[in-house]
């Protein structure tokens, strides 16, 4: 695209917002954001970095190594595969969450009432997953993704959230109760700057939070269970068939 302009937020002291998205040299996307003053600007941004738009990057340095793979020999992909490790290769701990019961509520209530929960969970366990150094990669519908420095980091945020989500719950009508799953997940992933990575453990967190996950539960993959020094009382093993799989993981006990 050439540009891109949206009205995103609206403020007393600014009638939009506008938001330009341009290519640069190195196939990264720049992203500026215009408002009536400075302050407009400032919350534009953060509310950005809420939903995972800004730092972005498109996909164009690493599909100057994919075009090659599929053409070349077994010993040219390994050397494409480890190149493409050197060059956006990082270990990192991802966290994937999923709201429950999307079907039954939109049936019983309607999509606005489903909305309005997503945005409530948002509010609620962002901020959570920030205080333990999380960094919030993006929002898709009723599904978050965070990447942590280490799975402790993770599993201490998951247990905020889930404690402010269960205060919450403990309060409000029975129909505007939260139910989150999480999966987490720890290993070396190719990264696509702050806007998306790739991994058999990103995988693996995603099969658990949002297809084996239930509401209230935090699960961990092999990997994030030893990364995170949990006692052996505070997780319980499982194992699951998922997507053709025998998914072996821990729930952690809350």
């Known amino acids: 695209f050439k540009e891109t302009r949206i009205t995103l937020l609206r403020h007393p002291s600014a009638q939009s917002v506008?938001?330009?998205m341009t290519p640069n040299r190195g196939g990264n996307t720049a992203l500026m954001v215009?408002?009536?003053?400075?302050?407009?600007?400032?919350?534009?941004?953060?509310?950005?970095?809420?939903?995972?738009?800004?730092?972005?990057?498109?996909?164009?340095?690493?599909?100057?190594?994919?075009?090659?793979?599929?053409?070349?020999?077994?010993?040219?992909?390994?050397?494409?595969?480890?190149?493409?490790?050197?060059?956006?290769?990082?270990?990192?701990?991802?966290?994937?969450?999923?709201?429950?019961?999307?079907?039954?509520?939109?049936?019983?209530?309607?999509?606005?009432?489903?909305?309005?929960?997503?945005?409530?969970?948002?509010?609620?366990?962002?901020?959570?997953?920030?205080?333990?150094?999380?960094?919030v990669m993006r929002c898709e519908a009723d599904n978050t993704y965070s990447f942590y420095e280490n799975p402790r980091d993770a599993v201490e945020?998951?247990?905020?959230?889930?404690?402010?989500?269960?205060?919450?719950?403990?309060?409000?009508?029975?129909?505007?109760?939260?139910?989150?799953?999480?999966?987490?997940?720890?290993?070396?992933?190719?990264?696509?700057?702050?806007?998306?990575?790739?991994g058999h453990e990103f995988n693996l967190a995603s099969k658990l939070g949002e297809d084996i996950g239930g509401a209230g539960q935090v699960l961990l993959t092999p990997s994030a269970r030893e990364g995170s020094r949990l006692r052996p009382d505070e997780v319980l093993p499982r194992r699951k068939r998922v997507s053709g799989l025998d998914v072996e993981y821990f729930e952690l006990v809350i």
């Open 157 to 198: 945020g998951a247990r905020d959230a889930q404690e402010l989500l269960g205060r919450h719950n403990a309060r409000c009508r029975p129909e505007d109760a939260i139910g989150l799953s999480i999966g987490v997940g720890h290993g070396r992933l190719l990264m696509r700057g702050a806007a998306d990575a790739f």
């Open 18 to 20: 506008a938001v330009s």
């Open 34 to 135: 215009r408002s009536a003053d400075a302050a407009g600007c400032k919350r534009a941004a953060a509310r950005l970095e809420e939903v995972g738009i800004m730092g972005g990057c498109s996909l164009k340095p690493l599909t100057a190594h994919l075009d090659r793979y599929l053409a070349a020999s077994t010993a040219e992909r390994v050397a494409i595969e480890q190149a493409l490790f050197d060059e956006f290769g990082a270990t990192r701990t991802i966290m994937v969450t999923d709201m429950a019961r999307f079907s039954t509520t939109v049936a019983k209530h309607g999509i606005v009432h489903y909305l309005a929960l997503i945005r409530q969970c948002q509010q609620l366990v962002l901020p959570a997953f920030k205080r333990h150094g999380g960094t």
